[in-house]
């Protein structure tokens, strides 16, 4: 099993990013995709999950209006897309599978920095 996220990327406050999570080594049909962050010094903090098979999101509430997941079936690609940016936002990114009760693939994270 294999997570590949997309490069690093650099935003001004107010624009959106969209960070990409390639998937393979399994069916990308059966198996949630989830989001993750890490702002600097701090703690994971868990955005929402998807569900590649119908696109069934849940979202945490902090994110909610901010954040959509989108996942493309036909490239096995889950997407995290992040508008109105801010500062706090700069952190790094990760898409994770669980498998059993806990995150057992991770991608290898996506930096994102937000400053003017």
């Known amino acids: 099993v294999q997570l590949v996220q997309s490069g690093a990327e650099l935003r001004n406050p107010g624009a959106s990013v969209k960070v990409s999570c390639k998937a393979s080594?399994?069916?990308?049909?059966?198996?949630?995709i989830d989001w993750v962050r890490q702002a600097p010094g701090q703690g994971l903090e868990w955005m929402g999950r998807?569900?590649?098979?119908?696109?069934?999101?849940k979202y945490a509430q902090k994110f909610q209006g901010r954040v959509t997941f989108t996942a493309d079936t036909s490239t096995s690609t889950a997407y995290v897309d992040l508008s109105s940016l801010r500062s706090e936002d700069t952190a790094v990114y990760y898409c994770?599978?669980?498998?059993?009760?806990?995150?057992?693939?991770w991608g290898q994270g996506t930096q994102v920095t937000v400053s003017s």
């Open positions: 994770a599978r669980r498998f059993g009760g806990s995150y057992a693939y």
């Open positions: 998807i569900d590649p098979e119908d696109g069934g999101t």
């Open positions: 080594g399994y069916t990308f049909t059966s198996y949630y």
